[in-house]
């Protein structure tokens, strides 16, 4: 298990950097869409009567697009909001099962969005975006790609944490360091 969790992860570490520079470029180009919108709604329009019309939609789609295509790298570096209330209490064992309920209910979700784009996908190939006009295929895509890659990472940590290389719960991939590692498989 040590193997096939030390083989996920470096894979995983290489999906990372392309991941984040995606990101990085959708939430750039996000942010000048909504700057270019503040620009035209307070200043173009009542000094040359000009409207960005693709402006709204496309800060629009692009945190969405943002948000499916990073949360892979959130779960990854322990960045996921979570509330540590219940889980910091517990003893080994049953923070392990808390674990891997929680974990295996995230996978579910994962499976039922990629379901359901998957049978959506081929209605929103018929659909154009109003106002950019680019194929519903491609607007649509971004959730899929996501939530494939965040079932990954969701795989390679519950990997991680069966083999006993990793903490549950843990802030980011941070192996067992109190000399306690747990031999689940």
């Not at 990101?23 to 750039?28: P, Q, R, V, W, Y």
């Not at 674990?99 to 969005?113: D, E, G």
């Not at 969701?154 to 747990?182: H, M, N, W």
């Amino acid at each position: 298990m040590k193997k096939l969790y030390r083989f996920l992860s470096s894979i995983s570490d290489f999906l990372q950097k392309p991941a984040e520079f995606i990101s990085a470029i959708i939430l750039f180009t996000g942010a000048m869409s909504l700057f270019l919108q503040v620009i035209n709604r307070y200043i173009l329009v009542k000094i040359f009567d000009f409207s960005f019309t693709f402006t709204e939609e496309l800060s629009r789609y692009t945190i969405i697009w943002f948000t499916y295509i990073i949360a892979g790298v959130c779960l990854k570096e322990g960045e996921l909001v979570s509330l540590n209330l219940l889980y910091s209490k517990l003893s080994k064992i049953p923070k392990l099962i808390l674990y891997f309920f929680t974990r295996a209910l995230m996978l579910l979700f994962v499976v039922v969005i990629i379901k359901y784009i998957a049978v959506y996908l081929p209605t929103a190939m018929k659909f154009r975006s109003v106002a950019m006009g680019i194929p519903g295929a491609f607007l649509y895509s971004f959730p899929g790609i996501g939530c494939v890659l965040l079932g990954y990472e969701i795989i390679t940590e519950v990997c991680g944490v069966a083999s006993g290389e990793l903490q549950p719960f843990c802030e980011g991939r941070k192996p067992y360091t109190d000399g306690s590692d747990i031999d689940m498989i």
